[in-house]
């Protein structure tokens, strides 16, 4: 069998696409640069709220009903904030705002949940391809994050070697001493094992019965 990729699918268009793009970059553009909270604070808050859900659904209650303010009202218990800013004009397209605006884009598009998103890359990874990319179409992005998810679905040598040694990975960071989310981000590619530390490596390799050199990216 060849190797699997993921394929880009273009839906029909949304009648709310957008305002879906609009408000959500909105939601980014003020939660981070107005209520002072990080990018992946607001995303989780996102997440954990069921907005995200609600905007895969294209639900016009909150896509078309109600402004990004309105939607950091509702996430606002989940995050470090203790209120919303008052609403104001925001003219400037910020690096926050391109973030909303081209995930919502991807979403439509692919139907790529936005868990499934944020689990392919942080969102401080995202908002770091604002500079090559802030002037391109949207489908350079689409195309470019779409080849980071086929990269990334890759299984790791990490992973390869835990699961062949029966082990969760909550299990091998209970064996190794490595942190359970450091694991988990050698695992999904959002941090380079090849720069971990040598200690790291070194137990990680004792609780697995492997060599260091195994658990190395080529």
């Known amino acids: 069998m060849g190797e ?4 880009v699918v273009e839906l029909p268009p949304s009648p709310y696409a957008h305002d879906l793009q609009e408000v959500l970059a909105f939601v980014f553009d003020v939660g981070v640069n107005l209520a002072g909270c990080t990018g992946e604070q607001v995303a989780q808050a996102f997440m ?4 995200a859900e609600e ?3 294209q639900n ?3 896509v078309a009903g109600k402004s990004s303010y309105d939607l950091l009202r509702i996430m606002v218990p989940l995050l470090p904030c203790d209120e919303v800013p008052a609403p104001c004009l925001r003219y400037d397209r910020t690096p926050d ?9 991807y979403q439509m598009v692919t139907g790529c949940s936005y868990r499934s998103i944020f689990a392919t890359a942080t969102y401080d990874e995202i908002r770091s391809m604002y500079w090559p990319l802030h002037e391109a179409p949207e489908s350079k992005f689409v195309a470019i994050f779409d080849e980071m998810r086929t990269e990334r679905a890759k299984a790791t040598n990490l992973r390869t070697l835990r699961e062949a040694a029966g082990l969760s990975q909550s299990q091998l960071a209970k064996a190794s001493g490595v942190g359970v989310r450091s694991i988990q981000l050698y695992e999904q590619r959002q941090k380079d094992i090849n720069k971990a530390q040598g200690i790291a490596l070194y137990r990680l390799s004792h609780a697995l019965r492997c060599t260091m050199e195994q658990l190395l990216e080529r």
């Open 48 to 51: 954990v709220s069921g907005l």
């Open 4 to 7: 699997y990729r993921y394929a």
């Open 55 to 57: 905007f895969e659904k």
């Open 60 to 62: 016009p209650v909150y």
């Open 97 to 105: 705002f391109w973030v909303g605006w081209v995930l919502a884009h």
